[in-house]
C-alpha cells in the first residue's frame, strides 16, 4: 500500500537550532515529491517539488532533499517565523494528478 | 492572480441542513481538487476534476456528498443533509495540468461545523 510518513509528529526549537524534518514514502513509480507549509487559519503554501533522487532545491533557510526512500527538510538556523506545519506529498505515475499526503510535522521555534 | 478563491469561509450550520461550499480556481488551470482536512486524519483528498470533469471521486465519503464543475472556472462541493462529522476544513486547490508533477495551489479553506 502506498504510504507517506512524516517524522516527528512535533519538534520544537530554539531560534538558530538547526534541525532536519523528515518524509518517507513507499510508493512505487513516484514522479514528484512536494514539500507545502501551512500556517494555522491558512491553506498549504508551496515550497518545493522534486522529481529524482539526489536533486536538492533550497529556499531562504530551507533546504530540501530526496532519496529514493525518503526526504529531508532541513532548517537551517531558524527563526520563529519559520513556526508552522510542514506537508510533504507524493505524486505518482498512474494517478494523475492525485497527491499521497503525509500527517505532516508541526514546527515550533521560540525565540 | 488572486489565487484560489472559496467561499464562505467559515459556515456553521445545523445537523440535517444543506450546505455549500464554493470555489474558483486559478485562471487557466485545468485541474482542481476538493480536499479535507481534520486532526485525525490530516489532508484527505475528496474528489477531483479535469478540464470539468470528475476523474477521481474515490475519496467521497458517502452519497450526502456531491460536487459539480459547471465550468472551467467555479465549482461547487455539496453536503446534504449535513452531520456533526462533517465538520472539518475544506480546502480547494488547482493545478495547471492533471499529472503527477503539476504543483497544486490551494485557497484558504472553509471551515465547517455542524452542531
Known amino acids: 500500500e502506498d504510504q507517506v510518513t512524516q517524522s516527528p509528529e512535533a519538534l520544537r526549537l530554539q531560534e538558530g537550532e538547526s534541525s532536519s524534518l523528515n518524509c518517507s514514502y513507499t510508493v512505487s513509480g513516484l514522479r514528484g515529491l512536494f514539500w507545502y507549509r501551512q500556517d494555522p487559519g491558512k491553506g498549504p503554501e508551496f515550497l518545493f517539488t522534486l522529481y529524482s533522487a539526489g536533486e536538492e532545491k533550497e529556499k531562504e533557510r530551507l533546504k530540501a532533499t530526496l532519496t529514493k526512500k525518503e526526504s529531508f527538510l532541513h532548517i537551517t538556523a531558524p527563526k520563529p517565523e519559520d513556526s508552522a506545519t510542514y506537508l510533504c506529498a507524493v505524486g505518482k505515475g498512474n494517478q494523475g494528478g492525485k497527491l499521497i499526503f503525509g500527517q505532516g510535522t508541526e514546527l515550533s521555534v521560540k525565540p | 492572480d488572486a489565487g484560489v478563491i472559496q467561499s464562505p469561509r467559515h459556515e456553521v450550520t445545523e445537523m440535517g441542513q444543506e450546505v455549500t461550499l464554493r470555489c474558483k480556481p486559478i485562471?487557466?488551470?485545468?485541474?482542481l481538487f476538493w480536499y479535507r482536512q481534520t486532526m485525525m486524519r490530516g489532508l484527505e483528498l475528496l474528489i477531483y476534476?479535469?478540464?470539468?470533469?470528475?476523474?477521481?471521486d474515490s475519496g467521497m465519503p458517502e452519497d450526502r456528498f456531491s460536487a459539480k464543475m459547471p465550468n472551467a472556472s467555479f465549482s461547487t462541493l455539496k453536503i446534504q443533509p449535513s452531520e456533526p462529522r462533517d465538520s472539518a476544513v475544506y480546502f480547494c486547490?488547482?493545478?495547471?495540468?492533471?499529472?503527477?508533477?503539476?504543483?497544486?495551489?490551494f485557497g484558504p479553506g472553509t471551515r465547517l461545523t455542524v452542531l
Open positions: 486547490a488547482s493545478s495547471l495540468r492533471d499529472g503527477p508533477t503539476d504543483t497544486q495551489y
Open positions: 485562471s487557466g488551470h485545468n485541474s
Open positions: 476534476f479535469n478540464n470539468n470533469v470528475p476523474i477521481d
